[in-house]
């Protein structure tokens, strides 16, 4: 039975849509972040994606954009009971950005009428839907297309009225298409698999290229990342630029969940020089419903962005852009600094369940002096811990000062061509916040460094050096920043509102207040 529902298309007229899709497609509309025209493209592709095509074409003709998807089509069920619901879908959550049930709803908001034929072994099916007096109907028509593979075409018949107040676009165009798909599908184009397949994608007939900044001549280094979270694999890369890069690259890292980027992250990283992408199936289902961001408040999120931060700070390292230690300023200002803004922030636990900042325990490579270690080092006094030193086993030997660290001992860092020596050695220590003035010259106060866990204060920003000539004066300014520079991370990441903030940032300053007050 070659057509399964011939016969039958005569016997239904017009039908409106399930749901008053009318004012659900405004709805939709106001949804995105971005216009309807990139969204219809977007969406395509992502049920391109979440099924088992391996060609998508998008083809621009006088008033209509047709996109054909090879490789695969519609079942009969799905086809006649799923498609004309607006939130109707087969996909599971977590395993593809489909499940919404709005990829082809979309389109409406641009189309004065949409052509849907597909062809999945003996099926193949038309529907065809349109406005009539403003309100959305659908209806089953014969097949009309030849259709020679499994397949599914989408034929757009644009309304360029609407077009144009979407996206001042007068039409489609071959250019816009492109852009958008460099734009969202950046390591897909480049032949990276998803799904454990690849996706050949064409416009107009050509093949569309990968966008020019994954090109790795571009590059002086490049880190290959490979991880696990919750035994699931992270794969990516960071590249670093001889120079700073300007826009979104510089400084940031594309997420990328099922091909498509959803947003790019500086995961507290003050440099411009670099960038790159992470392969992220996993977060697929804290994905917010406009597959622009992430829902951040989620414990999954939190352990994705500090293990990402950890592994771009060793890279960050490795070139010298993470600042030393800057002018390591008197240790006693250091060590009242550090104090008292982690003193202040254990009066917060709900900061400290964002697993961002607070005191902790956790393991991390530290330095332990030996006159055989392989590290060169030199010995500082600006805040210290002590944790077990020993090498020879349990019982051994004594516990020793290591770096960071409230307490005031002096301990090793590093540094090239230093006379004194040092081993690499893993242990569970303290980690709280640490305040780091170092001279930057950036427009910023402070920020945040999630991987380093510390807060970076630029002492070459004309506040600081107004203030660095009195002591009291330039002490109340470095904990201000720094506890604001907390914030304002947490904040970027849609991990507290702006009430919150302002909130916090109030009662933060009277805690510190009664704090000074306590101790003098």
């Known amino acids: 039975m070659t057509d399964l529902l011939s016969g039958f298309e005569a016997l239904f007229g017009p039908r409106r849509f399930e749901v008053d899709l009318k004012h659900l497609l405004e709805d939709i509309r106001d949804h995105y972040s971005f216009p309807i025209p990139r969204a219809v493209i977007v969406e395509n592709m992502d049920n391109c994606i979440d099924e088992k095509y391996r060609e998508i074409h998008f083809n621009v003709k006088k008033g209509k954009l047709e996109i054909i998807m090879k490789g695969d089509g519609i079942p009969p069920q799905v086809f006649s009971k799923v498609l004309p619901t607006l939130s109707g879908t087969t996909k599971v959550r977590g395993e593809g950005l489909g499940h919404y049930g709005w990829g082809m709803k979309v389109g409406l908001v641009i189309s004065k009428r949409m052509i849907i034929e597909t062809k999945k072994g003996n099926f193949q099916g038309r529907q065809v839907w349109f406005l009539k007096e403003g309100v959305p109907h659908w209806q089953l028509e014969k097949p009309k297309i030849m259709l020679k593979e499994d397949s599914t075409v989408i034929i757009h018949e644009l309304d360029e009225k609407r077009l144009y107040e979407e996206s001042h676009l007068t039409s489609f165009n071959e250019e816009f298409i492109v852009e958008t798909l460099k734009e969202y599908y950046p390591t897909l184009l480049a032949g990276y698999p998803v799904k454990g397949r690849k996706l050949a994608v064409f416009v107009n007939n050509k093949k569309v290229e990968p966008p020019v900044w994954l090109s790795k001549e571009l590059y002086e280094d490049k880190k290959l990342l490979k991880l696990k ?292």
């Open 229 to 520: 979270i919750e035994d699931r694999s992270i794969g990516g890369r960071f590249f670093l630029a001889k120079k700073d890069l300007e826009g979104e690259l510089g400084g940031k890292i594309a997420i990328i969940v099922f091909g498509r980027l959803i947003t790019r992250e500086s995961f507290g990283l003050s440099t411009k020089r670099i960038t790159g992408y992470v392969h992220a199936d996993i977060l697929a289902d804290i994905v917010a419903a406009d597959k622009t961001n992430f829902k951040r408040a989620t414990r999954k999120w939190r352990k994705f962005s500090s293990c990402i931060a950890q592994e771009l700070s060793k890279f960050a390292k490795k070139h010298g852009l993470i600042p030393e230690e800057g002018g390591l300023l008197d240790r006693n200002f250091m060590r009242r600094i550090n104090e008292q803004v982690n003193r202040v922030l254990k009066n917060f636990p709900n900061l400290e369940q964002l697993g961002i900042i607070g005191t902790r325990r956790e393991w991390a490579k530290v330095l332990i002096e030996q006159e055989t270690g392989d590290k060169p080092v030199i010995i500082i006094q600006q805040g210290s811990q002590r944790t077990e030193g020993t090498i020879g086993g349990p019982g051994e030997g004594d516990r020793v000062p290591i770096r960071p660290g409230l307490e005031d001992e002096k301990a090793p860092v590093d540094r090239e061509k230093a006379k004194r020596r040092a081993k690499e050695e893993k242990r569970r220590i303290k980690r709280g916040i640490e305040v780091f003035p170092t001279p930057i010259g950036s427009n910023r106060e402070a920020w945040f460094d999630l991987g380093e866990r510390r807060v970076i204060v630029d002492t070459e920003h004309p506040s600081y050096k107004a203030v660095s000539r009195h002591a009291k004066t330039r002490e109340y300014y470095t904990i201000r920043c720094a506890l604001e520079a907390i914030l304002d991370y947490l904040l970027e990441n849609e991990q507290i509102n702006p009430s919150e903030y302002l909130n916090l940032k109030q009662e933060m300053m009277l805690t510190w207040g009664r704090i000074q007050a306590a101790s003098s």
